[in-house]
């Protein structure tokens, strides 16, 4: 029999994180320290047993390595384990120092007189040969363009659509963790920028959010620029900041807790 450590082992995954996993499926279920199966679990061969100290944990046949449902969410919550590290090192970002907004459908029509006339009811007048009446959105409009070249293709286990397996990894653990949280949320300020990721304040935190950036492309002087002018605005504003790097994404268990509590916030 497999115990959460055991497999964990098998699939490169801490105890904490297998049992969050298998908790996700709805195998097992917390009760006060330790983990007990659910009927389902029970279906799939799970075992209870008990620590030294009464505390119970779960056992399962070795069978379950085999179940394709744990291998789909193992696979989604590690976002494709070896290939992170290719792409975290292509994982493009804006020219601009903070994300852009891609512009609402309205703003697109106002631009085009085309889109414009036929929205109204009416066909847009043409003569043959003739310049456009405006230029396209979409070839002056920096924000459209990023996401046109570099679209968001990653899904993450809550359905949140990002644009590497970096943030895949940090995405899936949040939600993991049960932490409510936005990806790509405008910043409260009169510049357009936008994090990488951003956790609602509530109790224990004074009301404050908390914002989480990944930093990915160290070796890039432009990006080093880049990545300078959103901490000097993060700064400005006196915005509580998470910065996560290379050294950190492959250690999230590790480091994400002790990030997070500095600012009132309890993960499993």
Known sequence: MLSSTRLGRHFNLSSVKMNLILAELGWVEKYVKGWVPTDAGNALGANVREMRNG?????????ILANKALGSSVGEQTGGGAALTAEVATAPEPEAACKPE?????????????KRATANGKAAPTRAGAAPLAT?????????????????????QDGHMVRSRA????????YMQGLVHAYERRLPIEEECYCDFYLPGGHG????????????????????????????????HGMRLIELGDAEIERLDDVLPRMLLRFGIESV
Do not use: C
């Open 167 to 174: 943030e895949v990894l940090i995405d899936n653990w949040l």
């Open 55 to 63: 505390t119970p944990y779960v056992v399962w046949p070795e069978s």
């Open 205 to 236: 935190t004074g009301g404050k959010g908390v914002y989480i950036e990944f930093w990915g492309r160290e070796s890039d002087p432009a990006y080093r620029a880049r990545k300078a002018k959103k901490q000097a605005i993060y700064a400005k």
């Open 136 to 156: 396209p959105v979409a070839s002056t409009d920096a924000s459209a363009d990023f996401r046109t070249r570099f679209p968001a293709t990653f899904r993450t």
């Open 102 to 114: 891609p512009p609402s459908a309205d703003a697109a029509r106002e631009a085009d007189p085309a």
